[in-house]
C-alpha cells in the first residue's frame, strides 16, 4: 500500500518555502515548532546553532553535548592511530569535502578488505532514526561506531582483542590528549582514555555536522533565488509525477526522522528494483539489505533511503555505489527499476516482486531529468564541505 500523500493539496508555484518548513512536523512525528529556540546553552553550555527550520537533534543522556567534547571527537575522528595498524581513520572514509563520504563505489578498510557498501555521507547523521544501510537495530551513534572499529566481517578500523590496548596506548602518550579528554571527561572515572570515551567524543563531533545552508536553504529563508529550471525541478521533486518527496520529503531529504521531540519514529526501508538476479527478488550477496538480518522473503532488497542533502557531490550512488552519475539514478526511477542484460548481476529488477510500489515508471522528459538534477544541486552546503571546524587537524602538521 503506498503511504497516504499528506501534500497533494499543496500547489507548485506557491508553496515553496511552506512546503520545506511544513514537512517538519509531517515527517518524523514530534510536532516541531520550525522556529530555532536552541540557542540558549544548555547544563554543559553547549547551544546549538540550527537553522530556523530544524529541530533540536537527540542527544543520550549519558553522552552530553560540549564543546570539549566535540573538539576531542574533531581530533579522534581523524586520527590514524585510531586503526589496528596505524594507518586509518574515520575520516579516511568519509571526506569533508564529499559530505563525509568517498568518491569510490565501496570503502577500503585498513587492511585492505573492501565493503559490500558505499560510504554513506553523515551530514545530518544526528538526526537519522538508523545509522546504516540496512540495520534497523543500529540507532544511536555510540553503538554504530563499534561496528567499524572492531568490526571482522569486513575489517574497517581493525582494532580487535590482540591489539586494543596498543591502540589505547598510542593515543594516551600523545602528549595533547590527556588534557583534551580530562576536559571534555572531567567526571569519568580514571584512566579516563578508554574505548567508552572515544566512542562518544567522535559521536558528538558527528552530531555536530548540520548541514542546512544550501542554496536552496536559503531560498526558503528568503535570501536567495532558484533559477528557472531549478524551479521547475523543485516542483517536480515534490510533486505527483515524479514524487520524489515520499521517500525523500523530510527537511533532510529522506524518510527517517528523529530528534529530541519525537513522539512517532518510522524507519521504513525499502526495494527499488535494482537488481533481480533469480528472477524471484534476489539480490546479490552480501548485499541483501534489511533480508540479511532477518531472513525474511519480504526484507530482500530493503535499503534506507538516504538523505539527498549535497547528492550532487557523493557519487557514485545507491548502497553498492552501483550508479556512478545522477543521470543514472534518476533513469534507473524513471524506468521503474534496472534491467540488467548480461553478467553475474543480470536480471530485471523493475520485476522484482518485493519492489515498493512506488517505484514504477515514471515518463520524465530529458528536460525533466534536466530540471531535477538542477534542484538537486541546489541542496549543496559549501558551509558543511569547508568550515575550519569540521576539518582535520593533522592536516596543516
Given amino acids: 500500500m503506498k503511504p497516504q500523500r499528506t501534500f497533494k493539496?499543496?500547489?507548485?508555484?506557491?508553496?515553496?518555502?511552506?512546503?520545506?518548513?511544513?514537512?517538519?512536523a509531517g515527517c518524523g512525528g514530534g510536532g516541531v515548532s520550525v522556529t530555532d529556540t536552541t540557542g540558549a546553552p544548555d547544563g554543559n553550555g553547549w547551544a546549538w546553532a540550527l537553522p530556523a527550520n530544524f529541530p533540536t537533534p537527540k542527544v543520550p543522556v549519558d553522552n552530553p553535548m560540549s564543546a570539549a567534547k566535540v573538539?576531542?571527537?574533531?581530533?579522534?575522528?581523524y586520527d590514524k592511530r585510531l586503526s589496528g595498524n596505524g594507518t586509518q581513520s574515520c575520516g579516511s572514509c568519509h571526506e569533508q569535502a564529499r559530505a563525509f563520504t568517498l568518491p569510490t563505489e565501496t570503502a577500503r578498510g585498513s587492511t585492505g578488505e573492501f565493503t559490500p557498501r558505499n560510504a554513506q555521507g553523515l551530514a545530518n547523521v544526528a538526526y537519522n532514526a538508523t545509522l546504516t544501510w540496512a540495520n534497523p537495530s543500529l540507532v544511536t551513534?555510540?553503538?554504530?561506531?563499534?561496528?567499524?572499529?572492531?568490526?571482522?566481517g569486513p575489517v574497517e578500523m581493525g582494532i580487535n582483542d590482540g591489539n586494543k590496548a596498543a591502540v589505547l596506548a598510542r593515543i594516551a602518550v600523545d602528549a595533547s590528549y590527556p588534557a583534551r579528554f580530562a576536559a571534555a571527561f572531567a567526571n569519568e572515572p580514571t584512566p579516563v582514555v578508554n574505548w567508552n570515551t572515544?566512542?562518544?567524543?567522535?559521536?558528538?563531533?558527528?552530531?555536530?555536522?548540520?548541514?542546512?545552508?544550501?542554496?536552496?536553504?536559503?531560498?526558503l529563508a528568503g535570501t536567495a533565488t532558484l533559477a528557472a529550471d531549478e524551479t521547475r525541478g523543485m516542483n517536480l521533486f515534490f510533486g505527483e509525477k515524479a514524487e520524489?518527496?515520499?521517500?525523500?520529503?523530510?527537511f533532510n531529504f529522506n524518510d527517517q526522522i528523529v530528534h529530541a521531540t519525537s513522539r512517532v519514529v518510522e524507519t521504513p526501508f525499502h526495494n527499488t528494483g535494482l537488481y533481480n538476479i533469480?528472477?524471484?527478488?534476489?539480490?546479490?550477496?552480501p548485499n541483501?539489505?534489511?533480508f540479511e538480518l532477518s531472513a525474511k522473503a519480504e526484507d530482500m532488497g530493503m535499503f534506507r533511503a538516504p538523505s539527498l542533502r549535497n547528492v550532487a557531490v557523493t557519487p557514485p550512488y545507491m548502497h553498492d555505489g552501483g550508479k556512478a552519475t545522477l543521470e543514472a539514478v534518476l533513469d534507473h526511477y524513471a524506468a521503474g527499476g534496472s534491467l540488467i542484460t548480461s553478467g553475474p548481476n543480470a536480471g530485471d529488477g523493475r520485476a522484482n516482486p518485493y519492489k515498493s510500489d512506488l517505484v514504477a515508471r515514471i515518463d520524465l522528459s530529458a528536460q525533466d531529468k534536466t530540471d531535477l538534477i538542477a534542484f538537486l544541486k541546489t541542496l549543496t552546503d559549501e558551509t558543511l564541505l569547508t568550515h575550519p571546524k569540521f576539518s582535520d587537524p593533522f592536516a596543516a602538521q
Fill in 288 to 290: 541483501r539489505g534489511v
Fill in 244 to 250: 520524489c518527496f515520499h521517500c525523500h520529503g523530510s
Fill in 9 to 24: 493539496a499543496l500547489r507548485p508555484a506557491r508553496w515553496a518555502v511552506s512546503f520545506g518548513i511544513a514537512l517538519l
Fill in 278 to 285: 533469480d528472477g524471484q527478488g534476489g539480490f546479490p550477496y
Fill in 71 to 77: 573538539e576531542l571527537g574533531r581530533f579522534l575522528f
Fill in 198 to 219: 572515544i566512542i562518544k567524543a567522535i559521536s558528538a563531533f558527528q552530531r555536530t555536522m548540520i548541514s542546512g545552508d544550501s542554496r536552496y536553504d536559503r531560498y
Fill in 141 to 152: 551513534l555510540e553503538r554504530q561506531m563499534e561496528t567499524p572499529l572492531f568490526g571482522e
